[in-house]
């Protein structure tokens, strides 16, 4: 609930399902062993974190090549993992995300900019709980290497921060946040390994 979505991204988050022709083009395929949605919410005094298990994605990027990018992902929303079984439970109920009536949240790009160095703007539409909102998702994009597990293999990676209120997709109706419960902002990190065949 804090960072959350991709929130995903979030979130970014990072989509084998709806791009898979798309990633076989570009030769780039996530890693999912090394790639997340995470976020963090406030409970009260308490900062709660979790993450997003399953979830798909495409991210076609190249510095050089900017106009040409494209980023898509999707995340179960029942694969919602705060460490707590009964928490978890609850989050996928009405009170917040409604999964058995809204399964997944997702984001498509529409444009990308750079701002400087290795800094990028994402801008595109997310939607949460069948509420779609233009967003701007800043990244960093950490670089492209041989890849020192697999030299057959090249990796790069890509990192994004940013926030939403939940509220806005309504995660919540705001009676938990009134009670100083359960916060409104949610603070997501989506952090990216993609592999490549050299």
């Known amino acids: 609930m804090k960072k959350l ?3 995903a991204l979030l979130l970014f988050l990072a989509m084998a399902s709806i791009g898979s022709a798309r990633t076989q083009a570009d030769g780039w395929q996530i890693d999912k062993a090394h790639s997340n949605i995470y976020f963090n919410i406030r409970h009260t005094f308490a900062v709660v974190r979790g993450q997003f298990d399953d979830f798909t994605g495409v991210v076609g990027f190249h510095p050089d090549r900017i106009e040409d990018g494209h980023v898509e992902f999707k995340a179960d929303v029942a694969s919602i993992n705060t460490g707590i079984d009964q928490r978890d439970a609850h989050l996928r109920t009405a009170d917040f995300f409604d999964a058995e ?34 967003v701007e998702i800043p990244f960093a994009y950490l670089g492209m290497r041989e890849n020192p597990m697999d030299p057959k293999q090249m990796v790069a990676g890509f990192e994004a921060d940013f926030h939403i209120n939940r509220l806005d997709y309504n995660v919540g109706s705001g009676k938990f ?10 603070d997501i990190t989506v952090t990216i390994e993609m592999l490549k065949d050299r």
Do not use: C, N, W
């Open 177 to 186: 946040a009134d009670m100083g419960v359960v916060g409104k902002t949610v």
């Open 5 to 7: 979505i991709l929130p």
């Open 101 to 134: 009536k809204f399964a997944f949240m997702a984001f498509k790009s529409s444009r990308i900019r750079h701002v400087k160095d290795d800094q990028y703007i994402l801008e595109g539409e997310l939607t949460v709980k069948g509420v779609s909102k233009q």
